[in-house]
């Protein structure tokens, strides 16, 4: 956990402020906020890449929808094997319904992107990158130097005023992109 989370912090956020900037360098201001819009080359090759960026998008999202899943077999009493009949039929009911109202919902709001961004302000960064390092700080209490207790602290302040800073901007987002579209919109 240690060496993932200075990893994380240190070496994986290059990579994501290389794309940011490169691409922001190579298309400017008026590209469009989902990158593979902009590209030209072989269909096939754009086509690929759309199917791996909605396979990550569905992982990532399942995968942060885990807790609610979590609190749903606990709710409901699903104990056991998870291939018992009962367990996978009240699985796959309750993760399919998800799956089919989150798909409703991205083709009735066509900037559902405004929206993700918004819950990735109020869920993905806290429980990413704040909610690690004050964890960290708590079970370390006592056996943390100066250097990594504000090293962890740094963390927490500045990915919490990136969260805010996210939050009202998806807010915006979500103001202006909801007077020009329409639902159903096939953009």
Partial sequence: MIKALNFQFTLGVIPM??????GYWAYGSSASSYLLNNVSGPIWLKGMA???AFLQAIIALHIFASPTYEFLDTKYGVKGSALACKNLAFRIIVRGGYIAITAFLSALLPFLGDFMNLTGAIST????FILPNHMYIVAKRRKLSFLKKSWHWLNIIFFSCIAVAAFVAALRFITVDS???HV????
């Fill in 179 to 181: 007077k020009t579209y």
């Fill in 184 to 187: 159903f919109a096939d953009l």
């Fill in 125 to 128: 960064f806290p429980l990413t």
């Fill in 50 to 52: 759309n199917i791996a």
């Fill in 17 to 22: 402020h290389a794309v940011t900037y490169i």
